[in-house]
């Protein structure tokens, strides 16, 4: 694994116009409620676009100059009046973004403010982000990055304050409201700034916190407006100041658990999040011990996250860490749940506390538990002080609880980590681990840069099929030299994992049944592992039958790597668990002999069909005890797929792979050799496509997988020795991050 780091990362270049005031009649309703009346209109716009070249050359011609982006938006704006009646100002915006995307900006950033909108406020307004980009190949694509509207300097008068004085007569209370998300530019402001000035003027709070509250939860309830953003100022309160204000975001998901925050539970059970990590030892073999040893204190373990790599903190010269979080349940107090992971960590573990922050054995906090805030000196806080600075927690936190609303801050987990970790722009050093359990050699774990496809090479998976009918290896692999011989040549060839398969998925094989594949695979198995020079070398067995994943693990095989995803076995998962090793989940409709006549999506649509089923496979593992770490993905290309499907799913897989949930921190593996959408686009047998799979799996390591599954090593570890230094290389993440 190359040591080499991106070059730090600067702001973009933003080109701007600012308050360019103009008058339109594309505005949609007056003051008085008439439409296609010229009203005023202030305009600014933001435009990304690097200004390296004319700063060097000092050319305009080299960026997009101001002039003609002030006149494209006023030539927008004022124009084509036939158009004004059936406009609104969110329409107004995106022809004004429209006519930036038309002079060679991408990303663009545009705010119209109409001062004479409203009668009781100072302006109201839309604001909307777009980015426009070509990906290869393709035809380009706009997506909507941002959309607000919003109200400012809202004048109402109402009963606000503890002060006696205060409680007889009102005052001015100044108001701004921000409506976010999706088509929020095309509410009725007008309604809006009505029902804000009712709500204050009818109510008398003692505080503006219970104003803004009041007005969040009247936004996100009775108006069902997704995510408002409020602030309240008093500028008559304080004599020598502006006056004090508070501001607040809220959504409906916010209040629809609102009930659930603020009061004490009479439910038995509790819902905790714990960080566990571990730099000494066996750093994964412990953090599942931690586990083991939870449950036997009665601590139920819902679930895991993905078990990250990450640099020490604080104390820097120490070993690098394992992280992950859990979820669990418990009947026990904060207090006695503190008591019970201290005596996991001492008694079970062994973990000896020399230096604070320093090297340990095993580390587990207690990050969340239910929604309480408990601040008891150095013993206990709830939520843990340090998480939000921590990228090593919340990362995995938000895989298990993204929509938890933080009782301190009242922002989601996710939208702290979007905070602490901007997409697009933070750089992380965490590394994706899949433990192995039982390690013959140095090789413990498989190691994974699932978060920017970059820093970690492409895993070579090795096609060992101890089968007669295979449809392009059938028979080749039968005698135990031809088997010793093969292995060897994966070895020489840089294989890091041999997958063993004693069943056939071409649809033309028949099922031989659990019994005649256990006698194939068992003996290659077993020899493979009585010879040392394998040791290095991780083992997977290829097959959706839970006896014979069973019994191959107990052989030697590290690895289950089940086409069906527990779809052909239901005892398949529960096993997976009970052996807590890795599991390949892939996806397939049916079974071999049927897979080909269920190629039927919704709507054409394969990478949301194939995205949806995928995921929820991972939640089934999931409920059945399968370690989010001990999960590996596969989109199952060729199975249940016709070949303009297959490249589909190539094309799109840098989006498939970060398009769920379920799939973050997730490795990804992929097998497009020698398939048939190959030798339909060839025309050659599946032996001689060699060629046509390298171009495959390219696509592959560009679009992120991580590992590759293959027949030819030889001629495809080469493939991946330049793809991976043009696509897996630190230099590759600073060209996207300039893009």
């Not at 270049?13 to 949609?28: F, H, N, Q, Y």
């Not at 309604?191 to 104003?211: C, F, H, K, M």
């Amino acid at each position: 694994m190359s040591n080499m780091q991106p070059p730090p990362l600067l702001p973009p270049d933003v080109i701007s116009v600012r308050e360019l005031t103009l008058k339109t009649r594309k505005a949609g309703l007056d003051t008085w409620h008439r439409a296609g009346r010229n009203q005023p209109v202030t305009v600014d716009a933001w435009v990304r676009a690097p200004v390296a070249v004319a700063g060097i050359s000092d050319l305009v011609s080299e960026s997009v100059h101001y002039g003609t982006l002030s006149k494209a938006i006023t030539k927008v704006v004022e124009g084509n009046d036939d158009a004004a009646e059936d406009c609104t100002p969110r329409k107004l915006a995106a022809e004004v973004v429209s006519s930036a995307f038309g002079i060679g900006a991408e990303y663009v950033r545009v705010r119209l403010t109409f001062p004479k909108k409203l009668l009781r406020a100072d302006s109201a307004g839309v604001e909307i982000a777009k980015h426009k980009y070509t990906p290869y190949g393709s035809d380009p694509v706009t997506v909507d990055v941002d959309e607000k509207a919003f109200i400012e300097g809202l004048h109402a008068f109402g009963i606000i304050g503890v002060n006696p004085w205060e409680r007889v007569e009102k005052q001015e209370v100044v108001v701004g409201v921000e409506v976010h998300g999706p088509g929020s530019g095309d509410i009725d402001i007008v309604r809006v700034a009505d029902d804000v000035a009712n709500v204050v003027e009818n109510t008398s709070y003692q505080t503006i916190e219970a104003l803004v509250t009041a007005l969040t939860r009247f936004l996100c309830v009775e108006k069902a407006l997704e995510k408002v953003t409020v602030r309240a100022e008093k500028p008559r309160a304080i004599a020598f100041a502006r006056g004090p204000a508070v501001k607040i975001t809220r959504s409906r998901r916010y209040y629809s658990t609102e009930a659930t925050r603020f009061r004490e539970s009479n439910e038995k059970e509790h819902i905790a999040y714990l960080g566990m990590g571990s730099n000494l030892g066996e750093r994964a073999a412990l953090l599942s011990a931690a586990l083991i040893e939870l449950e036997k204190r009665g601590i139920r373990v819902l679930g895991t996250s993905s078990m990250y790599e990450s640099a020490p903190m604080y104390v820097e010269n120490q070993p690098r860490f394992l992280n992950s979080v859990c979820k669990v349940a418990t009947t026990m107090t904060p207090h006695e749940l503190l008591a019970a992971v201290q005596d996991v960590e001492k008694n079970a573990l062994g973990r000896v506390k020399l230096v604070d922050k320093g090297p340990r054995s095993i580390d587990l906090d207690i990050l969340l538990y239910d929604d309480i805030v408990l601040r008891d000196g150095k013993i206990l806080s709830i939520p843990h002080l340090l998480m939000l600075e921590r990228e090593f927690v919340l990362r995995p936190l938000a895989q298990l609880a993204p929509d938890y609303i933080h009782p301190v801050t009242c922002n989601t987990i996710a939208e702290h980590f979007e905070h602490l970790c901007p997409p697009g722009e933070f750089v992380s050093d965490l590394y994706t681990v899949v433990p192995i359990k039982q390690p013959r050699g140095p090789i413990n774990q498989l190691m994974f840069d699932t978060i920017h496809h970059v820093h970690t090479p492409t895993h070579l998976m090795a096609i060992l099929n101890v089968t007669p009918d295979s449809f392009s290896d059938g028979g080749d692999h039968i005698s135990p030299d031809d088997i010793l011989a093969t292995a060897r040549d994966f070895v020489a060839n840089k294989a890091t994992i041999i997958d063993i398969g004693g069943q056939s998925t071409n649809p033309k094989s028949v099922n031989p049944g659990p019994a005649v594949e256990l006698e194939r695979v068992l003996p290659a198995i077993k020899l493979l592992r009585s010879h040392k020079e394998f040791d290095n070398i991780i083992i997977s067995i290829d097959t959706y039958y839970s006896s014979v994943a069973r019994a191959a693990i107990e052989a030697g095989a590290d690895i289950i790597n089940d086409v069906s995803a527990g779809l052909l076995d239901p005892n398949m998962l529960t096993t997976a668990a009970q052996l807590d090793v890795p599991i390949i989940l892939m996806h397939m409709r049916g079974t071999p002999q049927t897979m080909t006549n269920m190629t039927k999506y919704t709507n054409d649509d394969v990478i949301t069909g194939v995205a949806d089923e995928l995921a929820e496979r991972a939640r089934e593992a999931e409920k059945a005890g399968i370690k989010r770490w001990n999960m590996i993905l596969d989109p199952g290309l060729g199975f249940a797929k016709n070949a303009e499907q297959n490249l589909s799913i190539l094309r799109e897989l840098k989006f498939f792979i970060h398009s769920r949930r379920e799939f973050d921190g997730v490795p990804w593996l992929l097998g497009p050799s020698r398939k048939g959408f190959i030798g339909k686009l060839t025309k050659r047998e599946p032996k001689d496509r060699v060629a046509g799979t390298g171009a495959a799996i390219s696509a592959c390591i560009a679009g992120g997988a991580e590992i590759v599954r293959v027949h030819d090593l030889k001629e495809i570890s080469d493939v991946l020795a330049v793809a991976d230094m043009i696509y897996r290389n630190p230099a590759s993440l600073a060209i996207r991050k300039r893009k």
